[in-house]
């Protein structure tokens, strides 16, 4: 239902169309830099160091490609949801729906898996167009790719499942402020976290880790692009996308339990409104 | 022994300070046709919601065809056609009844039927593959109406189904309602058109400020009052106040004398004494106060506000 929902209500083709129109720019781009790279490296006579810094450019823009990706998805995520219970309350569409004989709980949960499964095409064909181009383009395929998407895809899932919830309670408006607001601050405490631990400083690292435990999205891309990130780049430490301070196994079990307290609280909120 | 349709005992709900529904007691019949009446913001809609477990009580109790309110498989055998009807616009009308039929645990060949059945009832046949978005209000009104009797519903809630609706279709609504009345079904009707009440309810209730003032049988209203002019001269004051016997609120103006009898036998006797005492008639008429008179007598000419 709430699939035919998105289809007819074109948020399906907006998308689709955005998301090829990404992968055709994406690859594009790509090709450009790596033709110029590798003609740098012929030139310097295939030399190991040259295909090296092809190989970590290569990780590079994959990373940057994904990076892309899983912002579209974020955000697709909190655009989905905010307005689906908040906009139906507001309209007054959920009366007959819960005059019917199911549960509340049915409905905010029939809501989840629809967008959940959304999301996860949208970001296969994203973040997916991505790791394809790269690959046909160079060849080049990241570690553990599929832990990675992975961990991408429960960000995703955090996003949308926080912004179900926050939508049971508020307007549209306010949810979303509230889950790009949260998003922002955790994508600067993690920047905080990155730049304390090249300093060691213990604070900013804890700051991090705070903003992280308050909304934990940017702390899974951390660990994503910790997974996929070529040895090299790491020890170099020369790439924007190199984490120093690596969120822990923990923190990604907190991430899940967080989504899951998060879908509970929306169903609860729901069941306990006035409509 | 039949199960009342709604039974409600002290029925409260409570907003921050302001109560909207002050405990609210009442009784409908199964097969009964019960229109609920009462100024803007009276609280009949916070009433309906409740008892549909769209909003919770603050406090008291409430049955719906037999079952506590909140029972979820009872509300299988409830129609409802809400106020502010927004229903999901970028479906068809055909795939909304369907949705909502499924919704009902109604599916397959009878389900279709149905929907052929009341698509043609309410007379949207030809739009049944056009989206919603491109309905007019009174369309909706339609489809919502259609919506609201997929399941055969034993009692029906229309939250003022005619508000959107031309005179043809607010006929329709009317001819709606005398079938399902005849099929036993108990419809409950919030309505401000007291015209539309007073043709198709049994019972009405008066509903201010969250309270029932008043309810009264459609049945009894023509008879209860009844208002009596009279033209005569030689009326004295003694004989009037004898009149008191058949009727109140008297009036005498002139030669013009006004009264409420409480039923139509006390004419007659009125008239015998009046000839008896030698007083000259020269005409009179009985008038049946409207449900819009006994409206505004009931909640005030200030509307309850």
Redesign the interface.
Known sequence: ?TF??AI??KIVLAGLVLGVLFLAVYSIGFRMIYTEISLEAAAAGGSIASLLVLREMSNFLLLAGLYAATFLSVAMGALLSADTLAGEIN???I?????????RSDVVLGKWLAFAGLLGLYLLLLAGGVVASVYFQSGFVAQNLLRGLLLIYLEALLMMTFALACSSAMTALATGGTVFGLYGLAFIGGWIEQIGSIFNNQTAVQVGIATSLLFPTEAMWRRATYEMQSAVSSVLQMTPFVTLSVPNMVMIAYAVLYLLAALALAIRTFQ?R?? | MTVTAIDTDQLRKVYGEFAAVKGLTLQVSQGEVFGFLGPNGAGKTTFIKMLLGLVKPTSGRGWLLGAPLGDRAVLARVGFLPEHFRFQEWLTAGEFLQLHGELLGLEGKALKMRIDGLLDRVGLTPFRKKQLRTFSKGMLQRVGLAQALLNHPALVFLDEPTSGLDPVGRRLVREIIQELREEGTCVFLNSHLLSEIEITCDRVAFIKHGEVVRVLSLDSLADAHAQVTICATGLTEAILSDMARWGRDIHANGQEVTLFVEKDDAIPEITRYLVEQGVDIYSISRSRQSLEELFIETVGKDGGL
């Open positions: 239902m035919r929902e007819r209500r309209s007054g569409t009366q007959t729906i819960v005059a019917k004989p199911l549960r306990n006035d409509l």
